[in-house]
């Protein structure tokens, strides 16, 4: 009877953290269309949801520790708790980032894009968003040997990333009034280059889950 109440909480604790994750989800791929649309209100809703996607990581933190205090897990679940404990700081952070795309979109005052741009930071924003949700299925399916594969990716959006970075620093080169408005751009790279990296980290969470093994991808 303990063990099947256990089991309930593990399921509990399993569709919160994938809750979580749809909904950081839905935060990077609001704050990437408000930067390319030059959507002011778009870029406050992702700042004002930046709240709840907090609220979320204080629960599943609270629940985790409850579960390690009270149910004294055997090693396998223990695992399943430490992965969702530790993986929902990453998906927190990941919000984070998303909020600071939509923040440096606050700070562009002109209505003048910088041509050729927008499109590239929505293909890198879409494959970003890709690996995340990918690592994020990895996790619901327990698929480590997927998780391996997915963080790889990883090095992809390094490239994409480094490219368009040099398409901006050469287009602030050649219009200094566009310097500041530049800064912007490249923070947003920033962001979304972070956001990958802690995608990886969800997926070398996975890797633990199944082996126990602490890994670097």
């Known amino acids: 009877m303990l063990r099947t109440q256990f089991d309930e909480e593990l399921n509990k604790l399993h569709n919160q953290f994938y809750a979580m994750g749809t909904q950081v989800s839905a935060q990077l791929n609001k704050a990437v269309r408000a930067f390319v649309s030059r959507d002011h209100d778009l870029a406050e809703e992702v700042i004002e949801g930046d709240q709840e996607i907090n609220a979320l990581e204080v629960k599943l933190e609270i629940k985790s520790f409850e579960m390690i205090a009270l149910q004294q897990p055997v090693s396998s679940d223990l695992r399943t708790i430490i992965t969702v404990l530790k993986a929902s700081s990453d998906l927190e952070r990941v919000g984070d980032h998303a909020v600071g795309i939509a923040r440096a979109l606050q700070n562009i005052s002109t209505d003048e894009p910088l041509i050729g741009v927008e499109s590239d930071i929505s293909k890198l924003g879409e494959k970003v968003k890709i690996i995340l949700d990918a690592s994020l299925n990895a996790y619901i399916q327990r698929d480590d040997k997927r998780a391996r594969e997915i963080a790889k990716l990883d090095k992809e959006i390094d490239k994409m990333d480094d490219d368009i970075q040099k398409s901006v620093l050469a287009f602030m080169q050649e219009n200094y009034d566009s310097v500041e408005m ?6 947003t790279l920033m962001h979304l280059e972070r956001i990958g990296d802690f995608a990886k980290n969800v997926c070398e969470w996975v890797v633990y889950l199944q ?4 890994i670097e991808l």
């Not at 082996?211 to 602490?214: H, N, P, R, T």
């Open 182 to 187: 530049g800064k912007d751009y490249l923070m």
């Open 211 to 214: 082996s126990g093994e602490l």
